[in-house]
C-alpha cells in the first residue's frame, strides 16, 4: 500500500464540529504498512539483536523441543500502533510460532486488555521478545501521544501533525504511528514539498526572492510552505502566493492576527516549542495544523509486556 503525504484522517462520525464540543474517542481507520515495506527493518532489528551467536540465554536454558504460550498485555492506558511489527519480529524468528492478534492499531486500550496470544516453540519466542516489545511500546508511545493533542484540538478543527523530527530509520513507522493516534503527516523528506525557512530566506535574499525562486522551479503538484515569524513576513508571503504558511513562536494574540491575515488563502500552521499545555489556546486561535517535533522525538515508551499463559488460563 502507498502512503500518502497528507493522510488526513476523517472526522469521528457524529463528532460535533463547534468549538467547546466534547472530543471523540475512537479508533481511527488507517491503512496499515504492506509486509514488504516492513520486513527488512524488523529483520534488520532482529539481527542486531541477535549479534553473531544468537541468544545465548534462551539456547543455552530452553530445551529445543519446549515450546510456550504467551500473550501480549497493556500495562497502563494508551494508543495501540505497531502489531504487524510485532507479528513480523515473531513470524521471521521462526514460521512455527502462531501470532493470534486479539486487538487491532488504534484501539484505545486499559491496563490489562490483552492484545495478542503467542504460541509455538520457546526459545525462539523469547528470541524475538524484545524486538516486538520495543516495536509496540515505542510506536504505541508515539501513537497515545498524538492522540492526547488531537483529542484536545479536534473540536476546534485544527489537526495535529508530525515534523522530520523523526529517529533514524524509523521515520516510516513512527509517522504511520502517528496516523493511528488520529494525527496526520508533514513531509515525509525533502523531496516531497518545499519549505522556505529563515536560512533559505536570508540566502536568498528575502521572502519575494525565495518563493520566486521556488516557484519557478517547482512542479505544479509540489506545495510552498514559508516560515513566518512576523506579521510583515506573513504579508510577504501571502502576496508572493505561497500554499502554506508555519507560524512560527508565535502567542495566540498574534497567532489570531496571523489567520485573520490569510483569510483562508493559505493553510495556516503554527509551530515552535509547542506544549501539551499550549495546544487549546493554539488551536482556538484558528490555524489549520499545530506541527508537534515531540510526537515523534521524545515520547515515553506505552508499557506492554509479554507474561506466560498460567494453567487453566483460557486467554
Same mark, same amino acid.
Not at 492522540?147 to 473540536?155: E, G, S
Given at each position: 500500500m502507498?502512503?500518502?503525504?497528507?493522510?488526513?484522517?476523517?472526522?469521528?462520525?457524529?463528532?460535533?464540529?463547534?468549538?467547546?464540543?466534547?472530543?471523540?474517542?475512537?479508533?481511527?481507520d488507517?491503512a496499515?504498512?504492506?509486509?514488504v515495506?516492513?520486513?527488512?527493518l524488523?529483520?534488520?532489528?532482529?539481527?542486531?539483536d541477535?549479534?553473531?551467536?544468537?541468544d545465548?540465554t534462551?539456547?543455552?536454558i530452553?530445551?529445543?523441543?519446549?515450546?510456550? *504460550?504467551?500473550?501480549? !498485555?497493556a500495562?497502563?492506558?494508551? &494508543?495501540?500502533?505497531?502489531?504487524?511489527?510485532?507479528?513480523l519480529a515473531?513470524?521471521?524468528?521462526d514460521?512455527?510460532?502462531?501470532?493470534?492478534?486479539?486487538?487491532?492499531d488504534?484501539?484505545?486500550l486499559?491496563q490489562?486488555?490483552?492484545?495478542?496470544?503467542v504460541?509455538g516453540? !520457546?526459545?525462539?519466542i523469547?528470541?524475538?521478545?524484545?524486538?516486538?516489545?520495543?516495536f509496540?511500546g515505542?510506536?504505541?508511545?508515539?501513537?497515545?501521544?498524538?492522540?492526547?493533542?488531537?483529542d484536545?484540538?479536534?473540536?476546534?478543527?485544527?489537526?495535529?501533525?508530525?515534523?522530520? *523530527?523523526?529517529?533514524?530509520g524509523?521515520?516510516?513507522?513512527? *509517522?504511520?504511528a &502517528?496516523?493511528?493516534?488520529?494525527?496526520?503527516?508533514?513531509r515525509?523528506?525533502?523531496?516531497?514539498?518545499?519549505?522556505?525557512?529563515?536560512?533559505?530566506?536570508?540566502?536568498?535574499?528575502?521572502?519575494?526572492a !525565495?518563493?520566486?525562486?521556488a516557484?519557478?522551479?517547482?512542479?505544479?503538484?509540489v506545495?510552498?510552505?514559508?516560515?513566518?515569524?512576523?506579521?510583515?513576513?506573513?504579508?510577504?508571503g501571502?502576496?508572493?502566493? &505561497?500554499?502554506?504558511?508555519?507560524?512560527?513562536?508565535?502567542?495566540p494574540?498574534m497567532?489570531?492576527?496571523?489567520v485573520?491575515?490569510?483569510?483562508?488563502?493559505?493553510?495556516?500552521?503554527?509551530?515552535g516549542r509547542?506544549?501539551p499545555?499550549a495546544?487549546?489556546?493554539?488551536?482556538?486561535?484558528?490555524v489549520?495544523?499545530?506541527?508537534?517535533?515531540?510526537i515523534?522525538?521524545s515520547?515515553?515508551?506505552l508499557?506492554?509486556?509479554?507474561? !506466560?499463559?498460567?494453567?487453566?488460563?483460557?486467554?
Amino acid at each position: 500500500m502507498s502512503i500518502i503525504s497528507e493522510a488526513i484522517v476523517p472526522a469521528a462520525a457524529g463528532a460535533a464540529s463547534h468549538a467547546g464540543a466534547s472530543a471523540p474517542t475512537q479508533e481511527w481507520d488507517v491503512a496499515p504498512l504492506a509486509d514488504v515495506m516492513l520486513e527488512p527493518l524488523v529483520r534488520q532489528t532482529l539481527r542486531e539483536d541477535l549479534g553473531r551467536a544468537g541468544d545465548l540465554t534462551s539456547n543455552l536454558i530452553i530445551p529445543a523441543q519446549a515450546t510456550a *504460550k504467551l500473550r501480549l !498485555a497493556a500495562r497502563e492506558e494508551g &494508543v495501540l500502533a505497531g502489531m504487524d511489527l510485532a507479528r513480523l519480529a515473531f513470524a521471521l524468528m521462526d514460521a512455527r510460532i502462531e501470532f493470534r492478534p486479539l486487538l487491532r492499531d488504534g484501539a484505545r486500550l486499559r491496563q490489562g486488555d490483552v492484545l495478542a496470544t503467542v504460541e509455538g516453540p !520457546a526459545r525462539e519466542i523469547l528470541s524475538a521478545e524484545r524486538t516486538a516489545l520495543n516495536f509496540l511500546g515505542h510506536l504505541s508511545g508515539v501513537a497515545s501521544a498524538t492522540a492526547r493533542i488531537a483529542d484536545v484540538i479536534r473540536p476546534y478543527g485544527t489537526r495535529v501533525t508530525c515534523t522530520r *523530527k523523526t529517529l533514524p530509520g524509523l521515520r516510516m513507522v513512527q *509517522k504511520y504511528a &502517528v496516523r493511528v493516534g488520529g494525527g496526520s503527516n508533514h513531509r515525509y523528506g525533502l523531496d516531497d514539498a518545499i519549505l522556505i525557512k529563515d536560512n533559505h530566506v536570508a540566502v536568498a535574499g528575502g521572502v519575494k526572492a !525565495a518563493v520566486e525562486r521556488a516557484r519557478r522551479g517547482a512542479g505544479h503538484m509540489v506545495a510552498i510552505e514559508l516560515e513566518v515569524d512576523t506579521l510583515e513576513q506573513l504579508k510577504e508571503g501571502l502576496e508572493a502566493g &505561497v500554499n502554506i504558511v508555519l507560524l512560527d513562536n508565535m502567542p495566540p494574540d498574534m497567532l489570531r492576527a496571523a489567520v485573520r491575515m490569510v483569510n483562508g488563502r493559505a493553510v495556516t500552521e503554527a509551530s515552535g516549542r509547542v506544549t501539551p499545555q499550549a495546544v487549546k489556546a493554539i488551536a482556538q486561535a484558528g490555524v489549520d495544523y499545530i506541527a508537534i517535533g515531540a510526537i515523534t522525538h521524545s515520547v515515553a515508551v506505552l508499557d506492554i509486556g509479554l507474561d !506466560a499463559v498460567e494453567a487453566g488460563d483460557h486467554a
